[in-house]
Nanobody
Framework: VQLVESGGGSVQAGDSLTLSCAGSGRTWGSYAIGWFRQAPGKEREFVGSISWTGDSTDFADAVKGRFTASRDNAKEIVRLQMNNLKPDDTAVYYC????????????????WGQGTQVTVSS
């Protein structure tokens, strides 16, 4: 499975961004997708995830109510919609694939995208 992210950028607080994670590979539809972020000097942290079916999502408390996720397995793409962005959301965002069931732990993921920078200014 290969993952390619896009959609990062620099925005003002309160703005929205949509990150995309394009996947490839015959078994793409069997993988849950997690989103993680890493700010300078901090550890990589869980942001959210979506099940391999797309009918279940999970989000960290810091983004709950502001971020949503969706996936289209036919097009092999997962999106992270980020609304009401805050300066604390500034980080490099990564999508990652884990066979079958998502978790909050980055070490348990099998494949990673290259990351995309999100910068939110106040």
């Amino acid at each position: 499975v290969q993952l390619v992210e896009s959609g990062g950028g620099s925005v003002q607080a309160g703005d929205s961004l949509t990150l995309s994670c394009a996947g490839s590979g015959r078994t793409w539809g069997s993988y849950a997708i997690g989103w993680f972020r890493q700010a300078p000097g901090k550890e990589r942290e869980f942001v959210g995830s979506i099940s391999w079916t797309g009918d279940s999502t999970d989000f960290a408390d810091a983004v709950k109510g502001r971020f949503t996720a969706s996936r289209d397995n036919a097009k092999e793409i997962v999106r992270l919609q980020m609304n009401n962005l805050k300066p604390d959301d500034t980080a490099v965002y990564y999508c990652a694939a884990k066979y079958y069931k998502a978790t909050h732990f980055p070490d348990e993921y099998d494949y990673w995208g290259q990351g995309t920078q999100v910068t939110v200014s106040s």
